[in-house]
């Protein structure tokens, strides 16, 4: 496979079939981690992407509306469909087929509102998607997350203030909105390792450009996290994105035996 094929711009849109989205509002809640807490989740020849000696886990919680396949994007607004997510992703390098290695965001857990949209894109995209009750509130200086599972239990629950615009909260690891940006969100693909399958899933997906809000945040609940680290982390910040068109795939490319030699390519 030619390398043009994988070298995407993270502001560009997709030239492969894909949806059409309207991002109203993307929260990216970011902790800094251990990175030996992260390792299970890279695939043979990956690595992660560390800054001020940290793994950066985000919990990317968004909420968008008129999604519509590419080919129906002649269609009223109207007839798209609205979903909320909240995915746990990480920075990390991995072996792509064509033998180079590329950052992507690496795709720790990813979770619905919508049980049948769920479902089927789980078996287009081939990614693993769950299930989950997931609310975004707004006030004028402060804004409010939280998931839940079975029975109405807290999954993920943050609160996050607002601070004046391209400033960090005091005492972050990174020196200002345009690092965290570099770092934590400019990158075109998304990959899950699933290491029954010995496959690395590769899913490309990009915006409109952006601009950013930083935050503070307080996490009162992850059960992700905990279990992670064994302990609660404590955010570092929280950056805020409103009103983007978002490419996302329809299908995602599998690559068996990443990092061992030459890759056979699997189009979902």
């Known amino acids: 496979m030619s390398s043009a094929r994988y070298d995407i711009a993270?502001?560009?849109p997709l030239r492969v079939?894909?949806?059409d989205a309207f991002v109203t509002r993307r929260l990216l809640v970011n902790y800094p981690v251990a990175a030996e807490r992260l390792t299970p989740f890279l695939p043979p020849g990956g690595a992660l992407s560390l800054h001020a000696g940290a793994a950066w886990v985000?919990?990317?919680i968004v909420e968008m509306e008129h999604m519509r396949p590419s080919l129906l994007s002649a269609l009223p607004v109207r007839a798209g469909i609205k979903l909320k997510y909240l995915v746990y992703r990480t920075r990390a390098t991995v072996p792509f087929p064509d033998g180079i290695e590329r950052e992507c965001v690496l795709i720790l857990e990813t979770n619905f509102n919508r049980p049948i949209i769920a479902r089927a894109a789980s078996m287009l995209s081939g990614l693993k998607i769950n299930y989950k009750s997931i609310h975004v509130r707004e006030r004028s200086d402060r804004l409010s997350a939280r998931m839940a599972g079975p029975g109405g239990v807290t999954e993920y629950g943050a609160r996050v203030e607002k601070i004046a615009p391209d400033t960090m909260p005091a005492g972050s690891l990174f020196s200002g909105v345009q690092e965290a940006d570099r770092f934590l969100a400019s990158v075109a693909y998304g990959a899950q390792w699933d290491r029954a399958a010995g496959s690395l899933l590769l899913v490309p997906e990009t915006h409109e450009p952006w601009q950013i809000e930083a935050c503070s945040c307080r996490t009162g609940q992850s059960s992700f996290l905990r279990k992670l680290c064994h302990s609660m982390p404590?955010?570092?910040?929280?950056?805020?994105?409103r009103n983007v068109n978002y490419d996302y795939p329809m299908f995602g490319y599998a690559v068996r035996d990443p990092g061992t030699g030459p890759a056979s390519l699997l189009y979902r």
Do not use: G
């Open 10 to 12: 993270h502001n560009k």
């Open 17 to 19: 079939p894909h949806v």
């Open 58 to 60: 985000s919990a990317c």
């Open 234 to 241: 404590l955010a570092d910040h929280a950056m805020l994105i």
